[in-house]
């Protein structure tokens, strides 16, 4: 019962050009659906993360990408709404700077869980830890 569980965590991860963020998540979690939010066209993108992660051993979850357009945070964060309130947890590394920004953002302002990648291994962590200060 608890790895039909597993199999159902939603995953959506901002990508830049690097996608071994979103990877590094699949093999955490063993997602049934990883939602791969970009700014730059890659038409490819979702076949070559299924075929690293078929690599690594692992059954590939099914994989959207979602081109972003916006031009400023803002933008991005309105654009988020909906790719982030179909999944369960929201990756907020990667390799551009501003997506993660608008991911946090998007992902605090929906009460998502958040995964950190560090030193090699997911941390999760809720949005009142990312919104608390440090010694209260």
């Not at 996608?19 to 979702?46: E, I």
């Not at 357009?69 to 369960?88: A, C, F, H, M, N």
């Not at 605090?108 to 949005?127: N, S, T």
């Amino acid at each position: 019962m608890l790895e039909w569980a597993a199999l159902r965590v939603r995953i959506l991860v901002p990508v830049g050009r690097d996608f071994s963020n979103a990877v590094q998540l699949v093999k955490h979690y063993r997602p049934q659906l990883l939602l791969v939010v970009t700014r730059r066209p890659a038409p490819d993108l979702a076949r070559r993360i299924r075929r690293e992660v078929r690599r690594m051993g692992l059954r590939p979850p099914a994989v959207e990408v979602v081109l972003l357009k916006g031009g400023t945070i803002e933008e991005i964060v309105r654009e988020l709404r909906r790719p982030t309130s179909r999944v369960d947890v929201v990756g907020v590394d990667s390799d551009d700077g501003a997506l993660s920004a608008a991911v946090t953002l998007a992902a605090a302002l929906q009460g998502k869980r958040l995964a950190l990648l560090r030193d090699g291994r997911v941390e999760e962590h809720g949005v009142e830890k990312l919104l608390s200060r440090e010694g209260e």
